[in-house]
């Protein structure tokens, strides 16, 4: 890990990629974005040399991702953890992080979502309480993304009321997932406990049917169904269902929840895309 | 419900479609081989008008498809209830057809794979003891598909080992799913007691990305993990992965049977294709 060029820096953040590899010109651009929106060094990005590295799907193999995160987390000199992007691979080296965590690791605030948020759903069941579902720095490829990138460097800087999402309220408990990962971590150890949550969803790139599917999954989990209510983020580029579903993302989410018991509380401003906003798991820590 | 034609058949086989639509002209092909297999009426078929209906993606609305499933389940001059195919849609209604299953459901043999793998671990979670995974009706479009067919057909009818996939072994508990189906029954109240079972998994059209998820998924649930071991059925029409995945099926599995510590015992004879064997729920029962 190279040396930080500046100590002086009021907010370090550090940003790994557990999942899949961040294109280094991305990072090059929310460097420059960062340095311009907090100019004389007050705010220090370091990316980890592990976001660029490539191993099949993933930025490096699972033991140099699981390294990367370890050496940041563990790091008291870190304010934040940030992940780069995420794509696929969280889940292949959670479990082995997490056992490895030090104090220093609970002090920090950590930020991202789609597949990484199987890491925060483990940090989550460890108790920690500076998690946050937020756009990554790869965000910034996206139309409009700059101000993705800059809302999230304002929650992670200054904890900015602005960034979040507007439901959001003080003292009430909150996460969001994307629907599939979420799917993807039931009935493990690392299923988060989410009773009087909002539980706020969004999907991406995938067909009507599968959004279905994970939603029965989701909503006829027992734990899940203790839930103050669920919010539908955005569900983007759904793929094409063949035949025709017929039903629309809001008349699936909404049968589910009939189904389940589960309030079903309106849209929420999330999902893969540059109005993404932030949304803290559990309840808003103090600034 | 269309009344028997004979009553004086030995064996009288219902067929519901609790997910995707089958093609008329499919089930025409299978009513002629079961004539031809078996004459003198001794074998008789009734597929469910339900099967042919059609409601957006599924044959029929979740009303109608759990009526027609009632229907056959319960009616004690059925011996058997054949899936007529997968798809989507179990899900939709196993919740519902449960608590309404009577003594006579109890009595008849179960048959089917890949979606409606749903209602056969519903069932098999009621302690159901005739169900099994195998061909149905829609697998003779397949290329070889009615040896599939007949397959299943002398299960049904004489519960022939021949149609056994060769590890199934009397006495020890099997069980046999679709890797992306199981994943979406965990942590669930369908999620079946697999302990002491030889697990076989299969997967179709799917990335490999997906496949390494879900299986990550499967093996990091505490009660999967108490399986005697997986079998790794066939894993058909891989869609492409970007970046390529490098690691094949059979890396995968072991890599995640090695993580869980749940023994991998070799491969399966499963798939959805024309080869697919028949794999009991538990162990074999009496003929």
Redesign the interface.
């Known amino acids: 890990m190279p040396a930080s060029q500046s100590n002086t820096a009021q907010t370090r953040v550090g940003i790994v990629a557990p999942a899949s590899r961040l294109d280094p010109a991305l990072a090059d651009k929310v460097s420059a974005l960062a340095a311009e929106r907090y100019p004389n060094g007050t705010v220090e990005l370091v990316f980890h040399p592990q976001c660029f590295l490539?191993?099949?799907?993933f930025a490096g193999d699972d033991a140099t991702r699981a390294a990367a995160f370890l050496e940041v987390a563990n790091d008291p000199g870190f304010d934040a953890l940030w992940f780069a992007r995420g794509g696929?691979g969280s889940?292949?080296l959670v479990?082995d992080v997490l056992p490895r965590l030090e104090p220093a690791a609970r002090e920090k605030s950590y930020l991202g979502y789609s597949d990484v948020a199987m890491v925060l759903a483990g940090l989550y069941a460890l108790g920690f309480e500076k998690l946050a579902h937020g756009p990554m720095p790869s965000d910034i490829r996206r139309e409009g993304g700059a101000a993705a990138v800059a809302r999230s460097l304002a929650w992670l800087v200054a904890q900015d009321p602005d960034s979040l999402e507007p439901s959001v309220t003080p003292g009430a408990k909150t996460a969001a997932f994307n629907i599939t990962i979420l799917?993807?971590?039931?009935?493990?150890?690392?299923?988060p406990d989410l009773a009087d949550h909002v539980l706020m969803l969004e999907e991406t790139e995938e067909q009507m049917?599968r959004i279905?599917?994970?939603l029965?999954?989701i909503t006829?989990?027992?734990?899940i169904r203790k839930a103050a209510g669920i919010r539908l983020g955005r569900c983007s580029d759904i793929l094409p269902?063949d035949?025709?579903?017929?039903?629309q993302e809001e008349a699936v989410v909404t049968h589910w929840c009939t189904?389940s018991g589960i309030p079903y509380l309106g849209r929420a401003d999330i999902g893969h895309d540059a109005d993404n906003k932030v949304v803290p798991f559990g309840v808003l820590w103090p600034g």
Request: a negative charge.
């Open positions: 490539s191993e099949g799907h696929y889940d292949r479990e799917s993807h971590l039931l009935g493990t150890l690392l299923q049917y279905d599917r994970s029965f999954h006829s989990n027992p734990a269902n035949p025709d579903f017929v039903l189904r």
